[in-house]
């Protein structure tokens, strides 16, 4: 873990970097991150580390959110024939992102919500149901902390005013595609 502390220091500046007017800084800041990105196992856990921490600015959490969005993709479920060229997140690492990253949809910024809502919902797209067979329960719980509501598990389904109230959280919280 020590690792990864060390590379959110360079991670924070660097992301802050894209935001510079200066090309040759935002230039160089998107290089560094795509070699991190091609070398460092660690790296999207290293992003959601970044993105669950309120005390970085929203701005910097949520291009991180957007990073670890369109990293995954192309390294978290690897086709065998490009594994020599790819590298593909560890399952360890894939684990620890799957168990971190919801805890930032309870996040103050709603931009940070929104773009969280896509990472979840992009992993959903390749673990769930078999390697992340929690995610409902996990989004509900959430969902329902948002909204202020009881997850008793004494009461697995949700009253009518429990539905009215979560409902308008999720569709904006979620692409439509991940309610069916």
């Avoid at 790819?86 to 894939?94: G, I, S, W, Y």
């Avoid at 309870?106 to 673990?127: K, N």
């Avoid at 008793?152 to 949700?158: E, F, G, K, T, Y």
Wanted: glycine share 2%; proline share 9%.
């Amino acid at each position: 873990m020590a690792a990864i502390a060390s590379l959110e220091e360079f991670l924070v500046p660097c992301i802050q970097s894209i935001f510079a007017p200066d090309d040759s800084a935002r230039q160089e800041a998107e290089a560094q991150l795509s070699v991190w990105g091609d070398q460092v196992a660690e790296f999207p856990h290293a992003l959601s580390q970044l993105i669950c921490t309120p005390e970085i600015d929203t701005e910097t959490r949520q291009l991180a959110a957007v990073l670890l969005r369109q990293y995954i993709p192309d390294h978290w479920d690897v086709e065998p024939t490009k594994r020599d060229s790819v590298l593909q997140v560890p399952d360890e690492v894939k684990g620890a992102i799957r168990d971190m990253i919801p805890t930032a949809l309870g996040d103050p910024s709603s931009r940070v919500r929104s773009s969280v809502a896509f990472v979840v919902s992009t992993i959903a797209e390749f673990d769930w149901p078999h390697n992340w067979p929690t995610l409902f329960d996990t989004v509900r719980a959430w969902c329902c902390t948002i909204a202020g509501l009881s997850t008793h598990p004494a009461s697995p389904h949700p009253s009518e005013t429990d539905i009215s109230r979560t409902t308008p959280i999720l569709d904006a919280a979620y692409p439509s595609h991940f309610l069916r």
